[in-house]
Structures are given as structure tokens and as C-alpha cells.
């Protein structure tokens, strides 16, 4: 794995909490808060939103959506990866003018969306663009050889226009 730059954050590990799941989320949670609820984020000058409802268990539905991950039959569960990063989306979006942030947009149905990958470590931040503002979508590693080649050849395909 290359080496993280300065301005990320170090992964909060589940071990630092004696494994104890509901400390952990909490205390990741905490960092959400801080980073999306307590605070404006901005990607571009321009605000980043989260999705608040539905809540659960009184936390953002964007909360959940960056530390789950889907399976075959669309149910959601933990995924530890994203958990580990929570603090890395802010960070990503503060320092968006890294020379290894690769930025594109597409379209995803009537949505147009901007993907912002964090090439070397394998990290993507996805936010739907509204009017005046950013929302925040999710945030994941990318784990597999086919979503990375996707990545790329959506990059590409932006370069050319």
C-alpha cells in the first residue's frame, strides 16, 4: 500500500475498542458529526449535504450509507473498510487539488453525479450535484480489479470530453 499523505486521517481500528461494536460506531459516528452535522463541508466552494432521513437508530441515512455496503439482494451490513475511513471523506473533499484526486462527472439516470477518486489508496467519494450545492451519496474502497478498471475507464472517458 503507498504511503497516506499528510493530510489523512489514520484509520479508526474496531481493536481500539476492544472490539466493542457499539463504542466503535459511536465513536465513528462522532466523527461523521462533526465532519457533515456540526459543521459545513465544502467540495469547490460550494456546501456538501447529507441525506438526514430516514434516520436510524438516530443517526443520517448518509451515516449508514458510508459505512455499509450492499449485497446481491440490496440488504446493507457493516463493512469494516468504510468504517475504518470515516474521517477520510472530509479530508478527501478538503483536499480535492491533490495531484492523485482524479475528479469526473456522469450521469447516473436524471442525477449528475461527481466522482472523486483517491487513486493511490483506492478510496471514491460520489456526490450528487444539485443546484448551489453537493450531496453526499457514500464514500467505499474500492476492493476488486473490475470496479477499479470501471473507474478508470469512466476518468478516461471524461478526459475525452
Known amino acids: 500500500m503507498p504511503e497516506s499523505p499528510s493530510w489523512l486521517p489514520e484509520i479508526i481500528k474496531l481493536e481500539d475498542y476492544g472490539g466493542d461494536w457499539g463504542r466503535f ?3 465513528i459516528y462522532q466523527c461523521f458529526r ?3 452535522v456540526d ?3 465544502f467540495f469547490q466552494s460550494l456546501r456538501v449535504a447529507i441525506q438526514r432521513e430516514p434516520m436510524l ?3 443520517e441515512e448518509t451515516f449508514w450509507h458510508i459505512v455499509t455496503c450492499e449485497d446481491e439482494n440490496k440488504c446493507r451490513y457493516p463493512d469494516l473498510r468504510r468504517c475504518e475511513r470515516i474521517r477520510w471523506p472530509k479530508a478527501i473533499l478538503d483536499n480535492f487539488s491533490d495531484k492523485h484526486i482524479k475528479i469526473w462527472e456522469t ?7 461527481t466522482t472523486i477518486w483517491f487513486e493511490p489508496l483506492d478510496y471514491v467519494v ?3 450535484n444539485k443546484r448551489n450545492y453537493y450531496l453526499l451519496i457514500t464514500a467505499y474502497c474500492v476492493t476488486n480489479k473490475s470496479k477499479r478498471a ?3 475507464k469512466e476518468y478516461e472517458r471524461s478526459l475525452k470530453g
Open 107 to 113: 450521469v447516473r439516470g436524471r442525477d449528475k453525479r
Open 150 to 152: 470501471k473507474l478508470k
Open 39 to 41: 459543521n459545513t463541508a
Open 57 to 59: 437508530n438516530g443517526k
Open 34 to 36: 462533526t465532519d457533515f
Open 25 to 27: 460506531i459511536e465513536s
Open 126 to 128: 460520489i456526490l450528487s
